[in-house]
Structures are given as structure tokens and as C-alpha cells.
């Protein structure tokens, strides 16, 4: 019973007490929000699948304070995703915006769909013009 | 006939696509530099070897130039390193050093003990020079054209391999055309 107490309370561990930024960047709730927001759709470049955010190798900790600069120098979210993607590229934004090369795998399913959809339509409106006698003499032969 | 080789054909282009974008060699940590073909960053910083002068991207204004991302706790810059002596022996290009996230101490220590292939080296503690040229691992080597576009990065330790297959031919080229 004691154990299975101590697996349950350790399993109620806020881990993200633990999280890399103790401290608020900014005290200002909305800056503090749009940082959130940032560094939350940032790629670590280094440690490829996480966000700065998540990542506490130090060029994400350096993104961070960069942002956290930018942000206090008044610059737009735009600004700042500008200036990451001016130097680092695409690469790090989480979200890509349309265009270019993304927009192909944006709007390729899209595509894929209206494509099949047409066959199938095709297909369909055929078959149904065809006479019913076919699919008797069809299952004669069958037969 | 064609109703039935579309289909294929489009197949055989999806797969296509997909083969090449999931090739085996492709090498997921080497981005390409948003900077290849663009004005390089520009950078002003402390001298390493004599931290009241500068170092600053004006002093190879109009040069080919190499600028290289090196640190004392950096593995694959002392890998390099050596090449980096035997190239600024044999050729005319100046190789500027950017000490990056480094403590001053070992970075003197270093480039007394292992010989300094460097013009300059600047002095860029916090990355703040590294972060403006888009660096994100150490050895970074950045190849700068006359006109100050960046003409090829390369990410990891430089070798003669790669000097003579990526760096050289862009260099002759360069070279040939009027400032």
C-alpha cells in the first residue's frame, strides 16, 4: 500500500516546475506571453526535433536571450521570426509559411483528393450508362 | 494505352520525390546557410591576441577571405587545425578566426601552442557575432567573395578533400572576376 502511494504522489510530480527558464523573462504579462509564444515555435538547431523552449543546449539558450532582446526592444513577433529565419533559415520556424516549396506539400493532398474524386465520379457516371444487360450476360458467364 | 500508363507515370514520380527526399546519404545536422550568395554578416570585435584592438569583416573588405568559427573546447577545430596552418602557409588568403563562446585564457594558450593560422581572431564570448552569422556548431568555415557575398560555408572540420573539391574551384572563379 505504501508503495503504491509513493508511485502515485511521485507520478503527481509537476516536471515542468523543473523546466529550463526558472525565472519569467519578462515581468510584463504580455511580452512574458508573446516570449512563450516564440520560443515555443522555434527549432533548436543543434537538437533537431525539440523547441528552444525544450532544449537546453547552448545556442537555444542564446536563441532565447536573443529573443528575449528583441522582444524588449519593442520589436513585432514578425520581427523577430525574421530575424531568425534570416539567419538560420526556414529550418527553424516550426510552422513554415506558405510558400515556395511548402505550399506544393500544403496543397498537394488538397489536390490529390479533387483528382481522385474526379476519376471516381468518371467512373461511376460510365458505369452507370452502360445497358444492364452486360452485367446479366456477365453473370452468365459467370455462372 | 494512356489510362493506364498515367497512373504509373505518377507513381513512378511520387516515388521519385520521396527517394530523394528521404535519401539514406543526406545528412539531417548540415542546414544549409541561409547566407550563400548574400552579403555576409559583418562583425566587430576584440582582438584575442590583444583584447584592446579590434578585428572587424572591414579588414578583408573587398578580399576572398575565410572566416573561421573556432573554439577551445571544440573538437573538430583541433582536428582542423593543423590543415588550417599548412593552408595559411601555402596560400595568399587571409583566414580570419572567430574565437566563439570561449574563455580568453585557453584561446591565447591555444593559439600559442599549436601555432596561429589566423590574420586576427576575434573575441566572441557570448555569440552574439555567431548568432548574426547563423552558427551553430563549431568548426564553421564561412568562404567570403571580393564583394563580400558569402560563396560557401562549410559545417565540421576542414580537410584537404574538401579545400580542394569545394573551396578551391569557387576560389579560382572568384578570382577571375574583376572586383
Known amino acids: 500500500m505504501n508503495r503504491l502511494l509513493v508511485i502515485i504522489t511521485s507520478s503527481l ?90 505550399l506544393f506539400l500544403w496543397l498537394a493532398p488538397g489536390a490529390f483528393l479533387l483528382v481522385g474524386a474526379f476519376i471516381a465520379i468518371r467512373v461511376v457516371r460510365k458505369r452507370m450508362s452502360m445497358p444492364l444487360e452486360i452485367d446479366d450476360e456477365a453473370d452468365q458467364v459467370a455462372n | 494505352m494512356a489510362r493506364y500508363l498515367a497512373p504509373l507515370i505518377v507513381f513512378a514520380v511520387l516515388v521519385g520525390v520521396f527517394i530523394k527526399g ?8 548540415k542546414l544549409p546557410s541561409p547566407f550563400l550568395g548574400k552579403d555576409a554578416p559583418e562583425f566587430d570585435l576584440p ?17 576572398i577571405a575565410l572566416v573561421n568559427f573556432w573554439a577551445t573546447w571544440c573538437v573538430g577545430c583541433r582536428q582542423e587545425h593543423a590543415f588550417l596552418m599548412e593552408l595559411s602557409r601555402e596560400t ?8 566563439w563562446r570561449d574563455r580568453l585564457e585557453p584561446a591565447i594558450n591555444w593559439l600559442a601552442q599549436l601555432g596561429d593560422p589566423y590574420v586576427a581572431s576575434g573575441f566572441d564570448a557570448d555569440s552574439t557575432t555567431g548568432i548574426n552569422w547563423g552558427v551553430y556548431g563549431a568548426p564553421e568555415t564561412f568562404l567570403i567573395g571580393k564583394n563580400g557575398r558569402v560563396l560557401y560555408k562549410h559545417l565540421g572540420p576542414l580537410n584537404r578533400d574538401t579545400w580542394e573539391a569545394k573551396f578551391m574551384p569557387l576560389i579560382i572563379a572568384e578570382q577571375g572576376t574583376a572586383q
Open chain 1, 13 to 102: 510530480v509537476s516536471w515542468s516546475v523543473f523546466a529550463i527558464d526558472t525565472g519569467r523573462a519578462f515581468d510584463d504579462d504580455e511580452l512574458q506571453a508573446r516570449y512563450q509564444s516564440i520560443i515555443s515555435e522555434v527549432r533548436c538547431v543543434q537538437c533537431q526535433n525539440q523547441t528552444i523552449k525544450d532544449s537546453n543546449v547552448q545556442i537555444a539558450s542564446d536563441l532565447r536571450r536573443e529573443i528575449r532582446r528583441l522582444i524588449g526592444e519593442g520589436k513585432s513577433d514578425g520581427e523577430v521570426y525574421d530575424f531568425l529565419v534570416q539567419r538560420y533559415g526556414e529550418f527553424v520556424l516550426y510552422r513554415p509559411p506558405m510558400r515556395g516549396i511548402t
Open chain 2, 92 to 99: 595568399e588568403i587571409p583566414i580570419y578566426g572567430i574565437d
Open chain 2, 22 to 29: 528521404l535519401d539514406p546519404e543526406r545528412d539531417l545536422k
Open chain 2, 47 to 63: 582582438n584575442v591576441k590583444n583584447i584592446n584592438e579590434r578585428v572587424s569583416s572591414n579588414d578583408y573588405a573587398g578580399e
